[in-house]
């Protein structure tokens, strides 16, 4: 009878173990934030609600688009945090989010937020243009620092310019829409695929990834990277030897955004997810690595980053960039995708 007993034990022992162990709930996110902010995010949220874990699926923008879409008849992810707001437009046109107020939603600012109510995806913060200029490299090919983007057709930049590819890049994207809505689109016809048409005559390489231009710059592979201010700040602060240029004619932008998967089995686990990342305490993380987050006064400024860098940004038409992407995409490929690294 003891040895049944102390069996009996190990076994309830081992049951009431795995009760425990199910009790934390595994929250399956699909992301495409840079892998050195998820840490800090995830800890943030593990301070408030240590019984959820977050189980990151990671990949550029347009790689996890196309994931999600792909999953449309089976979806996977639960919950989609830093992903563009273009994206989970386009999403939303296709039924596949969750609608939900966040318990902050009124303190994020309506130009950051869809439309509807409740709102089917929101802005955590504002991601923007920046072109990473390699002063060492520069000095010694006697290239001078450009000013606008109309100076990166210029013949002194042949080969020296690398960027992200949009279908793959949520910056190479956002680049696109706003230069098509600066120079104008007429579907394939307009200025702002003659500008595309010029810059693919100086570029060297089209990327994968929205960072690696600035880290090419940075390294001194090229002198131009087509980047995003995170990526480009976190660099020079590093001490690359960059400097940080703000194209006067306007700089293309997103927002790293958060929605609900629709048909998610753990709702009410995204649904604290949703409250938290909407908080106050989320969005001063986000400061930390962003100029504008969608509440507004949180984030600190950032050195390298203009004051005025939001009345810099180009006026951006979600529905549109959504709307057109696979049209768009399809004009860019069919024109430029020759010079895009190997995958």
């Not at 013949?155 to 690398?162: L, N, S």
């Amino acid at each position: 009878m003891r040895a049944l007993y102390k069996s009996a034990l190990l076994v309830g022992g081992l049951l009431l173990g795995s009760m425990a162990w199910a009790q934390k709930t595994q929250l399956l996110v699909y992301t495409a934030l840079e892998v050195d902010q998820l840490k800090a995010y995830q800890e943030g949220f593990n301070k408030v609600h240590p019984d959820i874990e977050l189980k990151w699926v990671r990949d550029s923008t347009g790689v996890i688009t196309a994931k999600l879409l792909a999953e449309k008849a089976n979806p996977q992810a639960d919950a989609v945090m830093g992903v563009a707001a273009t994206s989970l437009a386009l999403m939303n046109k296709n039924g596949m989010l969750e609608p939900y107020a966040p318990l902050n939603l009124d303190a994020i600012m309506p130009q950051y937020r869809d439309k509807t109510n409740p709102p089917a995806w929101w802005g955590m913060n504002v991601w923007g243009a920046t072109i990473c200029f390699n002063t060492i490299e520069a000095k010694k090919r006697n290239i001078p620092k450009p000013e606008t983007w109309q100076d990166l057709t210029k013949p002194i930049y042949k080969g020296q310019v690398v960027m992200p590819n949009p279908a793959s890049s949520g910056t190479g994207y956002f680049d696109v829409i706003a230069w098509l809505s600066l120079f104008g689109d007429e579907n394939g016809k307009g200025g702002g695929w003659k500008y595309m048409d010029g810059l693919h005559e100086n570029i060297a390489q089209y990327t994968h990834s929205g960072s690696k231009p600035c880290n090419m710059a940075s390294s001194g592979e090229y002198v131009v990277g087509i980047a995003f201010e995170y990526r480009a700040n976190a660099n020079k602060a590093k001490g690359a030897p960059i400097d940080l240029v703000f194209p006067k004619e306007g700089l293309g932008w997103d927002l790293e955004s958060f929605a609900i998967h629709k048909g998610t089995k753990k709702l009410d686990a995204a649904k604290k997810l949703s409250d938290w990342a909407s908080s106050k305490d989320a969005m001063r993380l986000y400061g930390k690595n962003f100029a504008i987050t969608a509440h507004p006064g949180v984030a600190e400024p950032l050195p390298n980053v203009p004051k005025d860098y939001e009345s810099r940004l180009v006026k951006l038409d979600f529905n549109y960039a959504a709307e057109q992407r696979e049209r768009i995409l399809k004009e860019w490929n069919a024109r430029y995708n020759g010079k895009s690294e190997k995958r």
